[in-house]
């Protein structure tokens, strides 16, 4: 109800006090209930008026807000004020924002739907009011952006056209934040590759020093070219193993050409070498994974486990196995909590009865991370109701809807107890907890009551 009586107060706040207090109100943030309510108030007379009516002054007061509205109120907005100048320190605006300590709080609770509903206002404004939306080839009048441009807004929310017909060297001094960029479609990388291949030439010719800049414009190479890639440098490769969307093919074919321009075989590869590897390990064969240094790879675990491996279930238990290696750290009936920690999402590749065997304190160092990418039918096996009310707050809520969903009835009550009981223990008012377990509050509720904080005083 907290959250329904917060939304409640919001809606009806005074539009004066809102209009007065916007620069400290935009720094908060909103579901996507408060941000539709934010649209509709910064429409009303009260507040700014119909967005027809807005001067420069206006857009100065609303800035980052403007990406809230529907695009059908975007369209309303004088076009002589939406200079590229001003689109970009709108941008800029939102980006500042989103480093900040709230903003960067928020965009860890948003859900795809936000993310990808913010990204599409972004490029409907930049795009519409550059006058390229929607025709699909370039036209003669419109902006090609310099690499400052595309820095100072976002890559992807440019027509990829646009993009393409840079100059090369404002493409190649941009090359870096246009890979980064999550945004752009299959498609789209594909004609920024093509842009690359124009300026550098083919695969086999680019430096590693383009191989670095490339980002997710390298996961539109051919299985050929990858193979060509040379692959000799650890700064490529370590571009490359940061990429999560490889096929699982191409990660085949990556990890093959890193030892083929390496002239180094799987047991060869040290730490530095595995952590460059990135998500590319999940390109080694199940069966070619006991073969590797145990030793070098219980070094590099504490990066490699930090990330969300796309590994087959077969080769995340050989990865698990390989930490059980004596040189590494030995049997599982050995491993303290600080094991289960420094070895991360590999955890998950233990085997079934490795894992329903484990002691509380074994249980009480699994990540969330590891408990997350248990496969769901494994995890409904190996955690009974007993062992997951061993679960700390943090590995409750790490379960992803398909585990729920395999839980019978007594293991969703011992996870509802671990996610909403508090135990009956007195508190140390003197700056910390003698036995009561913190809870994290969801930040869009904490910024709901800190905008409430705000009306009342």
């Known amino acids: ?48 008026g119909p967005v027809s009516n807005w001067t420069s002054e206006t ?39 989103e480093k900040s300590a709230f903003g960067a709080i928020c965009q860890q609770n948003r859900d795809m739907a936000e993310v990808d509903g913010m990204f599409a206002n972004q490029q409907f404004m930049l795009q519409y009011f550059l006058g390229v939306l929607g025709i699909g080839v370039l036209p003669k009048l419109a902006l090609v952006p310099s690499c ?25 001094n941009c090359l870096e934040a246009i890979g980064q960029d999550p945004n752009f479609q299959p498609g789209e990388l594909t004609l920024l590759l093509g842009k690359v291949k124009q300026i550098y030439g083919p695969a086999s010719a680019l430096t590693p020093k383009v191989i670095q800049q490339l980002g997710r414009i390298a996961t539109q190479f051919t299985s050929d070219e990858l193979q060509k890639l040379k692959l000799n440098d650890l700064a490529a490769v370590t571009a490359l193993g940061r990429i999560k969307t490889w096929t699982s093919r191409q990660l085949s074919v990556l990890y093959a050409a890193v030892l083929n321009s390496t002239k180094l075989t799987g047991s060869d590869l040290d730490a530095s070498t595995l952590v460059a590897l990135g998500y590319g390990i999940c390109g080694i064969k199940a069966s070619e994974i006991p073969a590797m240094n145990p030793v070098e790879f219980s070094k590099s675990v504490r990066w490699v486990g930090l990330l969300r491996l796309d590994c087959t279930e077969e080769q995340l238990g050989a990865l698990a196995k390989l930490l059980t290696h004596s040189l590494a750290f030995g049997p599982v009936s050995s491993w303290g909590s600080e094991v289960f920690i420094e070895i991360g999402g590999i955890a998950a590749g233990l085997e079934d009865f490795v894992l329903s065997s484990l002691a509380k304190e074994q249980i009480e ?16 096996v ?33 996870l509802s107890m671990v996610l909403t009981s508090w135990e009956d223990k007195p508190a140390d008012f003197r700056g910390r907890s003698a036995g009561i377990p913190l809870r994290p509050i969801p930040f869009q509720v904490l910024s709901s009551l800190l905008l409430v904080s705000l009306f009342t005083h």
């Open 148 to 172: 400052s441009n595309v820095r100072a807004t976002l890559p992807s929310a440019w027509a990829v056209d646009s993009l393409t017909s840079m100059a090369a060297d404002h493409f190649s």
């Open 382 to 414: 190996v955690f009974s109701q007993d062992h997951m009310r061993m679960f700390s707050y943090e590995q409750g809520a790490a379960l992803t809807s398909n585990q729920l969903k395999s839980l019978n009835s007594l293991q969703q009550t011992a």
């Open 1 to 48: 109800m907290a959250a329904f009586v917060v939304d409640e107060i919001f809606i009806n706040i005074s539009r004066f006090f809102f209009v007065e207090n916007i620069e400290r109100i935009r720094n908060y943030c909103f579901d996507k209930n408060k941000k539709d309510v934010l649209a509709m108030m910064l429409q009303e007379k009260a507040t700014f």
């Open 365 to 380: 160092g699994l990540t969330p991370l590891a408990i997350s990418m248990i496969p769901p039918q494994k995890f409904s």
């Open 59 to 97: 857009l100065d007061q609303v800035d980052r807000f403007i990406f809230f509205l529907p695009t059908t109120s975007m369209k309303q907005i004088n076009k002589s004020l939406m200079t590229v100048e001003r689109m970009e320190r709108l941008f800029q605006s939102q980006r500042l924002w």
